[in-house]
């Protein structure tokens, strides 16, 4: 897909100021520091639209950006880190999971992990929860280009199995390369775009 315009919309900080829910959106979730900021930005073809930060934790709000005038990609806070303060960790929750229960336009959630790492339990969690919510997601492996080899193919395989996903399900990303660009955009079409089943 071609990305010919991207403006950030607005940041939210409580449900009541979630934008119209006018168009179809895909939101993206990960771990802190997963590189979720880059992969965003890399598929945007921006170098600097969605913030990257350095401080684990630093995104508060949920970030709502609209792509092409058709779309909005929605960049939800990183969880799992632990300095974060127990109060803010709550609102986070109920911010994200009311978004996420609520949210009519959500066709599908991105979940953004780190090649090099293997899955936590909070990771299986997330998965399980999206699950039970019946919410689409797609799982990017970001980092890509720090591994090689059957070193790859062996760690790829090992997600796999945690996450109970099969490698080809799963979209090996490179922010450096482009690695896994297309193929993101080709499925991402297919969610905010599904073909309705033939009569």
């Given at each position: 897909?071609?990305?010919?315009?991207?403006?950030?919309?607005?940041?939210?900080?409580?449900?009541?100021?979630?934008?119209?829910?006018?168009?179809?959106?895909?939101?993206?979730?990960?771990?802190s520091n997963v590189g979720?900021?880059?992969?965003?930005?890399?598929?945007?073809?921006?170098?600097?639209?969605?913030?990257?930060?350095?401080?684990?934790?630093?995104?508060?709000?949920?970030?709502?950006?609209?792509?092409?005038?058709?779309?909005?990609?929605?960049?939800?806070?990183?969880?799992?880190?632990?300095?974060?303060?127990?109060?803010?960790?709550?609102?986070?929750?109920?911010?994200?999971?009311?978004?996420?229960?609520?949210?009519?336009?959500?066709?599908?959630?991105?979940?953004?992990?780190?090649?090099?790492?293997?899955?936590?339990?909070?990771?299986?969690?997330?998965?399980?929860?999206?699950?039970?919510?019946?919410?689409?997601?797609?799982?990017?492996?970001?980092?890509?280009?720090?591994?090689?080899?059957?070193?790859?193919?062996?760690?790829?395989?090992?997600?796999?199995?945690?996450?109970?996903?099969?490698?080809?399900?799963?979209?090996?990303?490179?922010?450096?390369?482009?690695?896994?660009?297309?193929?993101?955009?080709e499925r991402l079409d297919?969610?905010?775009?599904?073909?309705?089943?033939?009569?």
């Open positions: 897909m071609h990305v010919h315009s991207v403006d950030f919309l607005k940041s939210v900080y409580k449900l009541s100021q979630l934008p119209a829910a006018d168009r179809p959106e895909v939101a993206f979730a990960g771990r979720k900021s880059s992969f965003i930005n890399t598929l945007m073809s921006r170098k600097k639209m969605a913030k990257v930060s350095k401080d684990p934790g630093r995104t508060q709000s949920i970030n709502f950006y609209l792509v092409n005038d058709a779309f909005y990609f929605v960049d939800l806070p990183g969880y799992g880190y632990a300095q974060v303060p127990i109060s803010v960790r709550k609102n986070w929750r109920g911010l994200i999971e009311g978004y996420l229960t609520k949210r009519s336009t959500l066709k599908a959630v991105v979940v953004i992990f780190d090649i090099r790492r293997l899955p936590k339990e909070e990771d299986l969690s997330l998965l399980s929860w999206f699950e039970s919510h019946h919410i689409p997601y797609l799982i990017v492996l970001s980092k890509a280009d720090k591994l090689s080899g059957n070193k790859r193919r062996e760690q790829i395989s090992r997600i796999g199995q945690l996450l109970s996903v099969k490698a080809e399900d799963m979209i090996p990303f490179s922010s450096l390369s482009g690695e896994g660009k297309e193929a993101t955009w297919k969610l905010l775009y599904p073909v309705p089943p033939s009569a």
